[in-house]
């Protein structure tokens, strides 16, 4: 093999993540219009554009939401473009929510024990799994302990400061075991007293996840992404690192045109 083509093998080994030429149309209004993006392995990526822009429109594409006008969607080397959202959790690419998706009846530790155990196939055996079973035991253990929620465990989740709903969300989607996590917009509404905590653990998501963040804060953004994608008026606008996007005068002028340029 060239040394050409030993690169671009290399380089493609490395994309876990594949999106490519995706469109959207709705009727005759084009939300998303041919989006390339490429998620490697181990990426503290970051989506941003100002609203309106097709950010939530390309997550619904990915998670399988939305099937698209036309492109394709490559996970791990294969196309799951027309894969059900629960066939896309099982291979092993999981979504956070802007708005929280959770059992309010139910305590953080159920919840995860009902995930944990349905991700060991155990099914609706959940609340005997906590019980004997050793592993979901320690499983649950360990992501009350590593998402700050041991003092709530036994706390209905209605009842939970919001920040520490947005805690149980990422524990939910880490307890599925993803191999990429789709963060949407983790920090929205979340009281500045309570924000500390949250930017601590997405700071300290596990190495090997593929991550890519939807984000409007750019203090998170900047502190976490090593890589950017703007997406404007459903298209790529540009894509580079963080100092890249920061100094780009197309980016700053999105912004300020927005009133969102803060932090650019």
Known sequence: ???????????????????????????????????????????RHALIGPNGAGKTTFINLLTGVLQPSAGRIVLEGEDISTLAPNERVGRGMVRTFQINQLF?????????????????????????????????????EELLTKFH????????????????????????????????????????????GEREELLQTVAAL????SVLLIEHDMDLVFSFATRMTVLVNGAVLTEGTPQEIAADPRVKAVYLGHGEGAGL
């Open 104 to 140: 309010d009846s139910m305590t953080p530790l159920q919840t995860l024990a009902l995930v944990v155990s349905q991700r060991s196939g155990l099914g609706r055996r959940w609340w005997s799994s906590l019980g004997h079973n050793a592993q979901v035991a320690q499983r649950c």
């Open 206 to 209: 596990p190495a090997d996840v």
């Open 149 to 192: 929620l041991a003092e709530v465990m036994n706390q209905r989740t209605r009842e939970l400061a919001y920040g520490k709903r947005r805690l149980l969300e990422i524990a939910i989607a880490l307890a599925c075991e993803p191999r990429v996590l789709l963060l949407d917009e983790p920090v929205a509404g979340v009281p500045a």
């Open 1 to 43: 093999m060239s040394a050409a083509l030993h690169h671009k093998a290399a380089t493609a080994s490395e994309t876990v993540l594949s999106a490519q030429g995706l469109e959207m149309r709705f009727g005759g209004i084009v939300a998303t219009n041919c989006v390339n993006l490429d998620l490697k392995k181990g990426a």
